[in-house]
């Protein structure tokens, strides 16, 4: 059974408490902020790339050389229907089964659009065919960039966009003087989350503090994400019922 630990995200000072929850682990879903928040399991964490201590791997420059054909893009979070359709297309190749393999267009848009914080889409164009090849939904935090949730054409499985995309937003915090990326939860020893802890300089949110992960093959949570942790007291008792959440 998962539980989550919710607050509302509204108000002039939503932006203030976006930056601060999620230097704290939360993430953000449309109007709310969650935390994994389970009784006897701390599998999901908080996971971020500190930008100083990246180095990228052989293989990641292999992935960056082999998308060099690739265009960024940054628009305002509004969803359109290239986005739309290429979100099909990547959740029935890849997650067909998901909790978000249901999700019709307009649930899209409002995953897109509903943010009350500086959001961005990210758009990755093939320079050659102008087709949209990949998409991130990006917050802008006062301490780096929050990948929210990104996807990508099914039909270049050797080019490593999932990966690409995270290496571009790296690039993306460097140029702006951003010390972190947000990644959102990593989970020991689950394999579809595996690819996070292949890049150099991750950070686990554990105990109240991030955390350098040294060795992910040997990682073991020793204590609850909560345990020792003043915020999950402030917003513990706040409750948000009947609405609909995704995540990442």
Request: aromatic share 10%; with cysteine; proline share 5%.
């Amino acid at each position: 059974m998962e539980r989550k630990l919710f607050t509302a995200l509204q108000g002039d000072n939503a932006g203030a408490l976006n930056d601060s929850l999620s230097a704290q682990g939360f993430r953000r879903s449309q109007n709310v902020l969650y935390r994994p928040s389970c009784a006897d399991c701390a599998s999901c964490l908080s996971a971020r790339i500190d930008v100083a201590a990246f180095t990228a791997s052989r293989s990641q420059r292999r992935i960056i050389k082999r998308n060099v054909g690739l265009e960024r893009r940054a628009t305002s979070p509004w969803a359109t229907e290239d986005q739309y359709e290429l979100f099909r297309r990547y959740l029935d190749s890849r997650h067909a089964d998901g909790g978000m393999a249901d999700m019709d267009v307009f649930e899209f848009a409002a995953m897109v659009e509903e943010t009350p914080i500086r959001s961005r889409v990210i758009e990755y164009i093939d320079s050659d065919t102008r087709a949209l090849a990949g998409v991130c939904l990006t917050d802008v935090l006062a301490d780096g960039v929050s990948m929210v949730y990104s996807f990508y054409t099914p039909d270049r499985p050797k080019d490593g966009l999932g990966n690409y995309i995270i290496l571009d937003h790296i690039e993306i915090a460097r140029s702006a003087g951003l010390p972190y990326v947000y990644l959102g939860y990593w989970v020991p020893g689950s394999q579809k989350m595996g690819y996070k802890a292949k890049f150099s300089g991750l950070e686990v949110y554990l105990g109240g503090k991030w955390q350098k992960l040294k060795d992910p093959d040997a990682f073991e949570p020793t204590q609850h994400p909560l345990s020792n942790d003043p915020i999950a007291e402030q917003v513990s008792n706040i409750a948000l019922p009947d609405m609909a959440h995704r995540r990442r």
